[in-house]
């Protein structure tokens, strides 16, 4: 079975400082990736996805992930982050193989420090 | 705009009550499914349904049912609600073709059972 794992439950950065947030998934082929934001006591919110081709994927709100298929990785980036960034971020996995779920990891809460 | 819309917000409920839970999709989609998300769990999958009338169990169902009598419309039903199913409540479509697995979500219902 599937399966996304986020290392961080919660980061701390600086506004205008870079960031990176942790997803590795388990799954024999490549899947579709996904990053979904949800601010608080909101829904969640497509940032970006990875389907095929280039390795390197850029979203909404100035994020891009890039897709490693030797470390089983899809990392979400942001050169500098702004306060409006604080929220929680969901890395997701969807294998295709006639199942309709995707499959989320744990979270990565961001707090931004003004 | 695409939209996945919850009736209700925030509900405050006591133990034993019926809860109904509103989910309405304008985009056509086949699939819609009901997730529930609790800090540190991240989201559980409780059912989806890929046609009307038609719906699978996901990871937690206990305690819960679902109907989908009409195509834009998924409703969630918690037959006797207990304070553990004190929770936000996430609603969430997709089409069937091209299906890569990408969901579309509503705002969020958050449920307290006193």
């Known amino acids: 079975a599937q399966s996304v794992t986020q290392p961080d439950i919660h980061i701390t950065v600086s506004e205008g400082a870079s960031l990176e947030l942790r997803c590795n998934y388990s799954y024999g082929a490549t899947p579709y990736l996904f990053w979904y934001v949800q601010s608080p006591g909101q829904g969640l919110q497509l940032l970006l996805k990875y389907f095929s081709g280039d390795t390197l994927v850029q979203g909404i709100k100035g994020f891009e992930a890039e897709f490693k298929r030797s470390q089983s990785s899809f990392n979400l980036r942001k050169p500098s982050v702004h306060w409006s960034d604080a929220a929680e971020y969901f890395c997701?996995?969807?294998?295709?193989?006639?199942?309709?779920?995707?499959?989320f990891g744990k979270g990565t809460k961001l707090s931004v420090i003004p | 705009d695409v939209k996945v819309t919850q009736s209700s917000r925030y509900l405050v409920k006591r133990t034993g009550e019926k809860v109904f839970l509103e989910c309405v999709q304008d985009m056509d989609h086949e699939n819609m499914f009901w997730y529930r998300q609790d800090p540190g769990l991240g989201l559980r999958l409780i059912y989806f349904?890929?046609?009307?009338?038609?719906?699978e169990k996901g990871d937690i169902p206990e305690g819960y049912s679902v109907s989908r009598e009409k195509k834009e419309r998924f409703s969630l039903i918690l037959e006797s609600a207990s304070t553990n199913q004190t929770s936000m409540y996430l609603c969430?479509?997709?089409?069937?073709?091209?299906?890569?697995?990408?969901?579309?979500f509503g705002e969020g219902s958050r449920l307290t059972v006193l």
């Open positions: 969430a479509s997709s089409p069937r073709a091209p299906h890569t697995g990408e969901l579309f």
């Open positions: 997701a996995v969807y294998s295709g193989a006639g199942s309709y779920q995707l499959t």
């Open positions: 349904s890929y046609d009307v009338k038609m719906k």
